[in-house]
Every structure is written in structure tokens, then in C-alpha cells.
């Protein structure tokens, strides 16, 4: 900003405001540094001190800081300031035109009093909270140009709101615990650099919303379950970048509550890490998701998974990118699920029975993910865990599953350039397993299917899958297969280097039409891949590096056909 613009901007200031601004803007500089140049402020600038509001963490300034807005958007719009105070409030209702700007040494604090909180309507079934209102701090609907800005917090104060026993079965919990902001059905929302902690419930929910950039939050929770981050709710047109997030549940989730996809969504440059996943599509997937780029994050200590594609309540998920992700204390990398929930949110227009959604067209290239080593961690530590998990070993979640139903298929799934490194610890009796359950209507985790028999990546009702140039690695010995692939059509492994130490690298059942190219395993194994299935036909081998295999090719159970062979290297060196 030049001096002719901040002396103009400031001269137009009411004099309380001007004063405040000056001190925040001293506050945020440390002595002796030369003072960072700040953007403008948009339009006339409504400081909530003006309105009656005492900032001393103890009145409750509810209805001064609406005033503040009010006042704001009755003169046609512009900045209602909060300067540096910690001011108390149960919610506030954002309008059209209003940014709401938290200076430097600024904090929004969220009264523990509930009836400070109002119930609003949601529109679709909540099933963290049950029934169709939620309870929230900041509240906009169907405003448009709004925005949250600035260096200052918003602090939830949720601790007084635990969970409470869900009423109706299909619910995760009930009672009124407010979220920290909820905005609905808004077109052109800005949030922008303030941090944001201790939400009762999730921290920011952004639902029906378009034209939305989430830019440069920190997302902070510590107490409960369903503290997820943000939520981005049948949304599009929705950019977040450069967010840090760490968190009790997920980190940051995109769902479809309502019958709209959430689309055209750009993801970059955030790092996230929760006891729960870091980075999910669904589970509500009534609407479905579809033109979504994710490049250039990182998460990390994420117990439930890192990135998770989840298509259970009907729905489409398609047609997504995702380069350049890096991953630590992570369980299963990646994780694709069609299920079969079929619940309508509350929507009685819904056909019934609903249809099963569908999971396709997704590429992912470059990433590098090291595995939990700690069944501490896994288990969530500090009580965090369910019951049922408390007894889990870390490896029951660390096998990526690319996995439809019987005739619903994951489609086109193609993944390269990928380096895992994974703990471990499986055994042979664990690579025999083969009662694995479809759980169709269950909660779609990637531990849902218990301890499976292979470590790498688990694929079943698929088809158009390809993994190239993917190297996994052990830190400890594993007895169970690389990979097991079943009922997939068009399956293509380029380039698949693995640590090996149990009885077969590669297993296929009833697999129509692979090619398995390039691909070695990096210590010795009795069987390179074993065949199995009738319905198994066209499968191809070339150029494989098979010196380590006692075997390259078993037929096994039902399968009697053969499998074409040129150029791999076998025999002696």
C-alpha cells in the first residue's frame, strides 16, 4: 500500500478505529523490526469497541459485535474490526458485503454457555449431532462477499460440549455442540490467515457454498472426536491453500450432505495431521465429488489413513488429480471404497433403494509415504482410540484398498511414481487369509476389513488399474504377499519393485486381462505370481527381473489356462 493509500484509508477512520488499528498494527511488530506493510482493510471500518463491546474475556459481547455487522452492512458493506481483546460471544450472524477482520493480539472466544448458541437449520441429517439443526459461533446463510481475515484467533472454548450417546441408530453422537464457523449456501467466501481452535465440533463447515478460498489458516483441536478441521459440504469453485491443520479427527474433508457435488475443488500447499485420516472424500457422498486438483501437501502422525476416496451413499467420485504428496507416521497411504450405506440425509425425493455410487478416474503421481511403526500411535494414544481398536495391531490399516462391490467396480485408478516404506510384522498364517468380508453397509475405514493378506495394496472389484513405478519397502520382514488382486478387469503392474518375504509376490484370482511388466521382487520368493480362478484369462508377463523367484508362474485354485511369457529374465546370473 503506498502512503498516499494508508493515509487516505486511515484518515477515514473513526478515531477509536483508527487508534485501534494503530495499535494492532504496533502489536504484531516486534521491537526493533521494521513494520510489516499490511493490506488495506475493505471499505468503512466498523470497530466492535464503537458497539458497546468490552474485549476483557469475561463480558459476553454477543450483541455488540452484532450490532458491529449490522451497522456494517446497513451502510452497503465493508470491515468490522475487532482489535486487540479476547472478546466473549455466543453467535454472530455474518451479512452480506461484511468481512469480519480479527487484528493481531485479537480473539474471538466462544462463551460455554449454551444457550448463547441459537440452533440453526442445517437442510440434511447431521449425524455427528443427530437431527437436522446445528449450533455454531460464526453463522452466515445465504450471504454473499463475506469474509474472515486477519492475524487474531477464534477460539471455540468447546470443552464444556463433549459428545452425547447418539438417539437414533444410524447417528454418530446428539446434543448441541457448536462448530466454530458455518456458513451455508454463500457465494464468495474469503477466509483467510487467522487460527482457529478448540471447536466443540468441527471447526469450519462450509456447505452449499461457491467460490470459496481457505487460505492460510492454522486449524487447531485437542479434545475431542468429531473435531475435525474444515469441511467443505456440496461446494464449488472452492480453492484451499496453504492451511496448516492439526486436529482430534480428520483433518480436512470434503462431503456431499446434500444432493449437489462438491466440484471443481483445488487443494494445495497444506500440512495436516490428526488421529484420525488427514485428507477424505466422504463419507457423506449423496451428492458426489468430481474436478478436483491436489498437488504439493503434507501429512503426517495420521493413525486412519492419509488420502481417502469414499463413495457409500450413492454418488459419483471422478475425475481427480493428485501429484506430489508427502507422508509420514501415516497407515494406508491411500484408501478407494464404494459402499453401500444408501442413506438420504434426511431427503425425501431420494430414490429408493438408492443406487450405489460409483469411484472412477482418479490419477495420482509422486508420492512418498512412511508407514506407522508404532501401534501407540494407531491405537491413537492418550485414550483417544475406540475400544474395538485398542487391541489392533498397526498393520490391520496399512494395506491400501482399492475396493468396489460385486458388479460395481472401481474404475480407472492409475497411480505412479510412489515410494512406501511399511513396518511390517505380517505372517503366514495371515497370508492365507481369505475370508475377507465385503462389509458393504459398514463405516468405510481402512481397517474395515481386518487384517488382510497382503501388505501393499489390497484391489478386489476393480478394473483399469495401473501402478507404475511403485516401490515398496519393509522395515521389518512380512510374510504376506506384495499384492493380491481379485475379480479385476485390466490390471497393469509397470515397474513394481518390492521387499518380499513371504511365499508368493503377486496372487490373482479371477482376473481378466494383466500385464505385469518390469517388475521384480527384491529378495528371494518361492513364487513370483500365482494364478488362480476360473474366471482368470489373458495374462501376460514381460520383462520381468525373475531370477529371485524359485517359480515365476503357479496356477492355482480353478484356474487352468495359460499365461503368456517374453523377455523376463530367469535362471541363474
Not at 455488540?64 to 456494517?72: F, G, K, N, P, V
Not at 460464526?138 to 471455540?156: K, L, M, P, Q, V
Not at 488420502?307 to 509420514?328: C, H, I, R, Y
Not at 440425509?345 to 472412477?360: V, Y
Request: hydrophobic share 40%; with cysteine; net charge neutral.
Amino acid at each position: 500500500m503506498t502512503d498516499f493509500s494508508r493515509r487516505r484509508f486511515v484518515s477515514q477512520l473513526p478515531l477509536a478505529g483508527a487508534a485501534a488499528l494503530a495499535g494492532a498494527a504496533a502489536a504484531a511488530v516486534p521491537a526493533g523490526a521494521a513494520p510489516a506493510v499490511a493490506a488495506p482493510l475493505t471499505g468503512p471500518v466498523y470497530n466492535v469497541r464503537d458497539h458497546g463491546a468490552k474485549g476483557d474475556g469475561v463480558t459476553l459481547d454477543t450483541a455488540s459485535l452484532q450490532a458491529a455487522i449490522d451497522a456494517c452492512a446497513a451502510g452497503g458493506g465493508g470491515t468490522v474490526l475487532l482489535p486487540p481483546g479476547t472478546f466473549v460471544s455466543g453467535t454472530i450472524t455474518l451479512k452480506t458485503h461484511v468481512t469480519l477482520h480479527l487484528a493481531g493480539g485479537a480473539t474471538l472466544r466462544g462463551s460455554q454457555q449454551v444457550a448463547d448458541y441459537p440452533a440453526k437449520p442445517f437442510g440434511s441429517r447431521d449425524l455427528d449431532i443427530g437431527g437436522f439443526e446445528i449450533w455454531t459461533l460464526i453463522y452466515a446463510d445465504t450471504a454473499h462477499n463475506i469474509g474472515i481475515e486477519g492475524r487474531g484467533t477464534i477460539d471455540g472454548a468447546g470443552q464444556p460440549f463433549p459428545p452425547r450417546p447418539k438417539i437414533q441408530p444410524l447417528d454418530v453422537a446428539s446434543g448441541p455442540r457448536p462448530r466454530g464457523i458455518f456458513l451455508k449456501g454463500c457465494h464468495r467466501v474469503v477466509l483467510r490467515d487467522f487460527r482457529i481452535t478448540n471447536a466443540a465440533m468441527w471447526a469450519v463447515h462450509l456447505a452449499l457454498c461457491d467460490h470459496v478460498t481457505v487460505d492460510g489458516l492454522g486449524v487447531y483441536s485437542k479434545d475431542f472426536v468429531q473435531q475435525d478441521g474444515i469441511i467443505i459440504d456440496s461446494s464449488r469453485d472452492v480453492r484451499v491453500a496453504n492451511c496448516t491443520v492439526n486436529t482430534v479427527d480428520d483433518a480436512l474433508v470434503f462431503k456431499s450432505s446434500f444432493p449437489a457435488p462438491s466440484e471443481n475443488i483445488v487443494i494445495t500447499n497444506c500440512v495436516l495431521t490428526c488421529r484420525s485420516s488427514a485428507l477424505k472424500f466422504g463419507t457423506q457422498s449423496l451428492g458426489g465429488f468430481r474436478n478436483i486438483a491436489i498437488s504439493n501437501c503434507v501429512f503426517h502422525d495420521c493413525r486412519l489413513g492419509g488420502l481417502k476416496f469414499e463413495a457409500v451413499d450413492g454418488g459419483v467420485l471422478e475425475d481427480v488429480t493428485v501429484t506430489n504428496l508427502s507422508m509420514f507416521n501415516v497407515s494406508a497411504p491411500l484408501f478407494f471404497k464404494i459402499g453401500n450405506r444408501a442413506r438420504d440425509f434426511g431427503f425425501k425425493d431420494i430414490p429408493q433403494p438408492q443406487p450405489i455410487g460409483r469411484l472412477r478416474n482418479i490419477t495420482i503421481r509422486g508420492l512418498r509415504a512412511r508407514l506407522l511403526p508404532d501401534e501407540f500411535l494407531y491405537q491413537g494414544g492418550h485414550g483417544f482410540a475406540s475400544p474395538d481398536r485398542r487391541s489392533y495391531p498397526y498393520r490391520i490399516a496399512n494395506t491400501v484398498i482399492i475396493g468396489g462391490l460385486p458388479g460395481h467396480p472401481v474404475e480407472n485408478i492409475s497411480i505412479s511414481d510412489v515410494h512406501f516404506t511399511c513396518p511390517g510384522g505380517g505372517t503366514a498364517e495371515e497370508a492365507k487369509r481369505t475370508d475377507i468380508p465385503e462389509e458393504e453397509k459398514r463405516y468405510p475405514e481402512n481397517d474395515m476389513l481386518g487384517i488382510l493378506p497382503c501388505w501393499g495394496f489390497y484391489i478386489r472389484h476393480a478394473q483399469g488399474i495401473t501402478l507404475a513405478n511403485v516401490r515398496l519397502d519393509l522395515a521389518a520382514p512380512d510374510y504376506r504377499s506384495v499384492l493380491v488382486a481379485e475379480d479385476v478387469a485390466d490390471l497393469e503392474l509397470d515397474g513394481l519393485k518390492a521387499d518380499s518375504h513371504g511365499e508368493h509376490f503377486i496372487r490373482l484370482r479371477d482376473v481378466r486381462t494383466a500385464a505385469i511388466r518390469r517388475s521384480r521382487a527384491l529378495q528371494p520368493v518361492d513364487v513370483f505370481v500365482e494364478v488362480a480362478g476360473a474366471a482368470t484369462t489373458d495374462i501376460a508377463l514381460s520383462d520381468n527381473h525373475l531370477r529371485t523367484a524359485r517359480v515365476p508362474v503357479q496356477p492355482a485354485g480353478g484356474f487352468t489356462g495359460t499365461v503368456a511369457q517374453h523377455g523376463n529374465l530367469t535362471g541363474p546370473a
